[in-house]
C-alpha cells in the first residue's frame, strides 16, 4: 500500500515577513521610554528651578515663617496695613489707566499701519523707539518735560491759557502723569503684537465680507476684532505684568509720592523689604501678587483657547 506524502505548509515568504517584523520592532521602540526629548529640556527645566521656581517657594515660606506671629500673621499685617491698601488701590487704577488706553492706541496704530510702505515704515520705527529707551531713561526725559511752569508741557500749554501745574507734586496729578509715561513706553511694543495678528487674518474673510456688503466698520467687528482674540489672550497678560512690575519711573521721579498718590505695589514691595526691614511682609504681599497675576493669566489663557476655536 503506497504511502501519501501530505503536502508541506507554505512557508511565509521574506516580503511578507519583513513588515511584521518591522512593525514589531517599531511596537517595541515605541513602549521604550524616549530620554532624548528629557535631555534636551534639562538646561531649561534645571533654570527654571533654580531661578523661577525655587525663589517662589523660598518667598512662600518666608510669608508664613518670617516675622513676629508665624502662619497667617504676615497676611493678617499686611491687610491691616492701610499703606498695602492705597499700594493696591493705586496699583488697580495704574494697571485701568495704562492697559486699556495702550492696547486701544496700539490696535488703532497697527490698522493704520497695516500696508508696508516707506512713509509707513517710517512711522512704524518712531512708534517703537520708546520701546528702546530704558524706563529709567525716559523717566529722566519727563522729569524736564513736567517741569512745572517751565517744562516742554507747560510752555505748549501756556498759549492756551493754562496755568503752570505741578504734573508730579500734586496728588491728583502725579499718578495721571505716571500713567502717560507708561502709555507712551508700552503702546508702540504692543502695536508689534497687533500687526503680527493682523497679519494672520485671512484676506478671503475679508474680501466675502465686503462682497456681503460690510463696510469698514462691520468688517472690524465681526472679523478682525474675533480673529484677533489669540493676540488679545497673549498681549493682555504681558500688559499685566507691566502693570506690576514696571516702577523704575515711580522710583526715579517720585519714590511713591506725594503723599502716597503714586506707590505702586512693587514699590511697597521694596519700601517693606530694603527700607522698613520687614521681610516677612515684603513676601507676603509679593506672594498675593503672583497668585493675583497666575489668576490673570488662566483667564488669558481660557480666552486664547476660545479664540483659537472661534478661527479654527
Known sequence: MALRHE???????????APFH????????????????YLLLAPSL??????TYWPLIQVLLRSFWSGARPGIGNYARLLADAHFTTAVVNNVLYALGTILPALA??????????????????????????????LVAAAAL???????????????????????ANWLGDPS?????????????NTGYYM??????LAAVPAELLEAARIDGAGACARFRHVT????????????????VNALVQVDHVVTLTQGGPSDSTNLLLYYIYQQAEQNHDAGLAAAATALSVAALLSLAMLSLRATDRGLHHAS
Open 142 to 164: 519727563f522729569s524736564f518735560v513736567l517741569l512745572p511752569g517751565e517744562g516742554l508741557l507747560d510752555t505748549y500749554l501756556a498759549p492756551l491759557g493754562l496755568g503752570a
Open 192 to 197: 508689534l503684537f497687533f500687526l503680527a495678528g
Open 46 to 51: 534645571i533654570c527654571l528651578a533654580l531661578f
Open 225 to 240: 476684532l474675533p480673529m484677533l482674540g489669540p493676540t488679545f489672550g497673549f498681549v493682555l497678560p504681558i500688559a499685566a
Open 7 to 17: 503536502p508541506a505548509p507554505p512557508r511565509m515568504s521574506l516580503t511578507l515577513a
Open 22 to 37: 518591522a512593525a514589531s520592532r517599531s511596537a517595541r521602540s515605541a513602549r521604550r521610554p524616549r530620554v532624548t526629548p
Open 105 to 134: 492706541l496700539a490696535l488703532a496704530f497697527a490698522l493704520a499701519l497695516q500696508r508696508s510702505t516707506r512713509l509707513v515704515l517710517v512711522l512704524r520705527t518712531l512708534f517703537v523707539m520708546p520701546l528702546m529707551i530704558p
Open 173 to 185: 496729578l502725579a499718578l495721571p502723569s505716571i500713567i502717560g509715561i507708561t502709555i507712551w513706553k
